[in-house]
């Protein structure tokens, strides 16, 4: 009922302009109304639920209805040339022949039909276990994806100032040459650092064209509007704060595992189909079949007279089938579906692996994510001092032109880490409960709720406050 009411909202928002900023929430509905890849996803998981009902239609019984009718037209002439005088006989008929039954046939006995349908129960499983990783693999990529634009955005943003910026002290150092107080030295270093910052600024608007393009790939449309993360993050540490907990919580839940295992299952209930080829299969069988004939006949003796008959036949049986000898195929076709079931015994284990490494690498990358934040935020104010001591320093002669220009470039690099590995917190927050298979719905709201417009998102690339000292619990 929730993705019911989901998809609806979606196809709303789809018909709506998106004049105002738009959050993390709305672009993930949008991108499952329209992603290309998820809509295959349900349509597979639509078609693969059918295995169930179609497994046991075999098991139900079967009736099959047969009617008929049918012209006769028949002459005969015979001579009996032995009698005195020779005989002639003509005689002719003309009937209309009814003929219709019914027949009931129930499965008493069938080891290949009963294992088809324990397949069906695991083959369906399999197909929403799939489905559901999907389904979380549509929340981190378009999270991804969101905030891919957004850092495309802050870097181009870091890219602009800083070439303002730089604009700026190219000016100041050709008027400071021009009246000697610089070399030429520094003025060409100016001059050099200004057309390099030109040239990121256009390769910044190329990442985030590209950028927007993977947005518009996955939900259909283009958004320019989005809005961006608040000034302070909520950095907490996973809970519980135990990665062996998050291990056997991944193990029990993850959708890959659990397709992976459930189709192990299915390979074993096709090897023991394979087996059931050699044993009997018994049938119940009721069977009712009425004739009716009507007509009339012929002959030079009787001249014309009636032909009718009516005729009604019931039927009850055990009908057994026993495949004693096929030429050897069931015993080959056990042994494929066997290495079958070893080769999925084997996914079944590789795929257990990889999810206690995944559980375990997102978990690192939430605590490393926060230290991360917290490290590149000191980096950024950090790098503000430096510039502005240099700038300092240049003005008096104590710093050149170079200083000046590498004291901006760290702190440009300083601003792109810091805002990148804000939104690489995120991500890894959402990766952790993928990984661990309880990642829904909820979890995009938690992050929304980290959003805010862009009057009281995150600060310009060059303007960051510092946080309060000893903050904790925010970046």
Do not use: C
Not at 55 to 66: D, E, K, Q, R
Request: no cysteine.
């Amino acid at each position: 009922m929730l993705r019911r009411i989901l998809l609806l909202t979606a196809l709303l928002l789809a018909s709506a302009p998106l004049a105002h900023a738009t959050d993390l929430w709305q672009v993930w509905q949008l991108a499952q109304a329209n992603d290309p890849a998820f809509q295959q996803a349900l349509a597979t998981r639509n078609a693969s639920m059918q295995a169930r009902p179609e497994a046991w239609a075999h098991l139900f019984p079967s009736i099959t209805l047969n009617a008929s009718r049918i012209w006769n037209n028949n002459s005969s002439s015979s001579v009996y040339p032995y009698t005195t005088p020779a005989a002639t006989i003509n005689s002719t008929s003309n009937t209309r022949r009814n003929q219709w039954g019914a027949q009931l046939t129930q499965t008493l006995f069938n080891w290949q039909q009963f294992k088809a349908v324990q397949g069906a129960d695991h083959s369906v499983a399999a197909a929403e276990a799939t489905y559901e990783a999907t389904f979380q693999g549509l929340i981190v990529s378009v999270s991804q994806i969101y905030f891919g634009v957004l850092n495309a955005q802050d870097n181009l943003n870091a890219d602009t100032a800083n070439m303002e910026a730089l604009a700026q002290q190219y000016e100041q150092s050709q008027q400071q040459y021009k009246v000697g107080l610089i070399a030429i030295t520094g003025a060409k270093q100016a001059e050099a650092g200004y057309d390099r910052a030109k040239a990121q600024v256009i390769t910044a608007r190329q990442a985030l064209a590209q950028a927007r393009e993977s947005l518009r790939a996955i939900t259909g449309r283009y958004i320019m509007n989005l809005q961006s993360p608040r000034r302070h993050l909520p950095l907490h540490n996973p809970q519980p704060e135990n990665v062996m907990r998050w291990v056997r919580q991944g193990l029990a839940g993850n959708p890959h595992l659990i397709a992976t295992q459930q189709a192990q299952k299915v390979a074993e209930s096709q090897v023991a189909q394979q087996e059931g080829g050699y044993l009997p299969s018994v049938n119940l069988v009721l069977q009712h079949t009425k004739d009716a004939t009507s007509g009339f006949g012929s002959n030079s003796f009787n001249g014309q007279y009636p032909n009718r008959s009516n005729l009604s036949n019931n039927q009850i049986g055990i009908q057994l089938s026993w495949n004693i000898f096929n030429g050897g195929a069931t015993r080959a076709l056990t042994k494929q579906y066997r290495y079958q079931a070893d080769a999925a015994m084997a996914r079944e284990i590789a795929q257990r692996r990889s999810v206690e490494q995944q559980v375990r690498n997102a978990y690192l990358a939430v605590l490393s994510g926060i230290a991360s934040v917290k490290a590149n935020r000191q980096g950024v104010e950090a790098a503000q001092v430096s510039l502005q001591a240099t700038a300092a320093g240049l003005k008096v002669g104590t710093q050149t032109t170079l200083n000046v220009l590498t004291a901006r470039k760290t702190l440009l690099d300083s601003e792109k880490a810091y805002y990148s590995a804000r939104y690489t917190y995120m991500v890894a927050v959402l990766q952790l409960e993928q990984a661990v298979g309880t990642l829904n719905a909820k979890d995009i709201l938690r992050l929304n709720a980290w959003l805010a417009p862009a009057h009281s998102a995150s600060p310009t690339p060059g303007t960051t406050t510092a946080a309060p000292a000893g903050t904790t619990g925010t970046d």
